[in-house]
């Protein structure tokens, strides 16, 4: 088959990107979200050009090599807003050839349409530890989920809180008001030097928090396995790690115990697939970042079903678009249902969601064609 068109629909949150073939089927990917309209013009500039025209296998779907060559096209600009403009061009071609041999992404990584176990997890700060704890009981009534994440000291913190004591409080009420037959996981976003973080993580450990995430400044690794190396509960990071070489370095010195690669910042499934495989050769377990209820999550759903070092769960925001307004109106269905504590990935060809019309219509429309 021949790609002969790629069209892409932004605004400033988000941008989801079109591959039609020869033959007239359609796939639909997504760029990482936030900074969406500077990513797309990278889209454009530095991805389409490299693809568009290009005869790729009609029923074996397999364009690793594309992918590679066009990294290897643009090997000057190896960062983080190419690669977050890459997963745009892998997620839509994944689809694309879910849609053509009429099967879920997941068949076709070595998965199947699955329940998988999810963990709601919360973005804020802005939240008194009382209220937290109310709202995710609420959930754990309402949708039966058996664990959830929530924030501790402040984002790239140096050392300080979001405001005194919120920490240590949110610690205790949260974990007294869930009890104990629902997990607790924890994330500092690069809040801690190593000395705050152990001694945080010890309290994390007394009250039976079994997961510490992003401790450290995330780009000081040896800090990071410092922390990891003086607590029992397992450490975890790498959401905003994308290259190859530096994850390679990451799981062989065993930085964390838990690797959290994102889809989207990675460049896609295929990147991402590269990861979790070294991870397995070293038994570390992947449970990747997937932090709104964009198409990252879908990505990530169809995703867990493949790896054979799967985490526990996946990730799923509990935040609506009352938090995040860019958010609404994504899908016409809806691919977060959950029951029991739980998400299906269904048995429908590609990523399984339909962008909605009205939506597409109020974006910013680019187009590269033959």
Known sequence: MKITKIETFTNEFVSFVKITNDSGVEGW????????????????????????????????PDFS?????????????????????????DTALWDLYGKILELPVASLIGGSPKKIRAYGSSMRRDISPLEEAKRLCDLRDRYGFDAFKFRVGSECGRDKDEWPGRSEEIVKTVTKALGKNVSKLVDANSCFSPIKAIE???????????????????????????????????????????????????????????????VMYMG????????????????????????????????????????????????????????YPWQKDLFLNDPFKVDSGKVEVKNIPGWGVEINPKWLESSQYKVTSI
């Open 200 to 262: 945080f993580g010890k309290l994390l450990e007394d009250f039976d928090v079994s997961h510490f995430e992003e401790p450290c400044p995330y780009w000081e690794h040896e800090q990071t396995k410092e922390v990891k190396e003086n607590l029992k509960i397992d450490v975890t990071g790498g959401e905003q790690d994308c290259d190859i070489a530096l994850w390679k370095s990451i799981i062989k010195s065993k930085i964390v115990d838990i690797i959290q690669p994102d």
């Open 268 to 323: 896609g499934i295929n990147r991402t697939l590269q990861v979790a495989k070294i991870a397995e050769e070293y038994g570390i377990p992947c449970t990747p970042h997937a932090a709104n209820l964009s198409l990252v999550t879908v990505c990530t759903m169809h995703f867990l079903t493949a790896i054979p070092n799967s985490g526990k769960y996946l990730e799923l925001s509990i935040e609506d678009e009352s938090y």
């Open 29 to 60: 990917g997504q760029m990482s979200t936030y900074n969406a309209d500077i990513t797309s013009l990278i889209f454009h500039r530095q991805i389409a050009k490299w693809c568009i025209g290009k005869t790729l296998s009609s029923d074996k």
């Open 65 to 89: 090599d594309l992918i590679q060559k066009i990294t290897e096209h643009e090997h000057k600009f190896p960062g983080s807003y190419f690669l977050r403009a890459l997963s745009g061009l």
